[in-house]
């Protein structure tokens, strides 16, 4: 499970279009696909490179008029989904 401590970035091995600020990702390895709204595609334009999602959380709340606890679940909850499929991967910063 993904906390606020993870480090996580794009998997490799994916396919994704966009159309109308909205994104479709499809995971080659796995064969799964995933929808993403406008919120959920801007998350995932910040995952070109590894980030903190500590630092996810805290640019999303300087961008959006919403509480941290609210944006924190949603977005714990999104990565998890995302990590679930493998379209994201837990990166080891001590490598």
């Known amino acids: 499970m993904i906390t ?3 480090t996580v970035a794009k998997s490799k ?3 994704m279009s ?20 406008e919120i ?3 998350i995932w334009s910040l995952l070109d490179q590894p980030v ?6 805290k640019l999303l709340l300087d961008e ?3 509480e941290e606890k609210v944006i924190t679940e ?14 994201i991967v837990l990166v080891d910063e001590n490598k």
């Open 4 to 6: 606020t401590k993870d």
């Open 18 to 37: 966009t159309i109308d600020n909205e994104a479709v990702i499809l995971g080659i390895s796995s064969g799964t696909y995933f929808g993403l709204n």
């Open 52 to 57: 903190k999602v500590i630092s996810l959380i």
């Open 74 to 87: 949603h977005i714990i909850e999104f990565l998890n989904a995302l990590y679930s499929k493998s379209l």
């Open 64 to 66: 959006y008029d919403e």
């Open 40 to 42: 959920g595609t801007r």
């Open 13 to 15: 091995e994916l396919l």
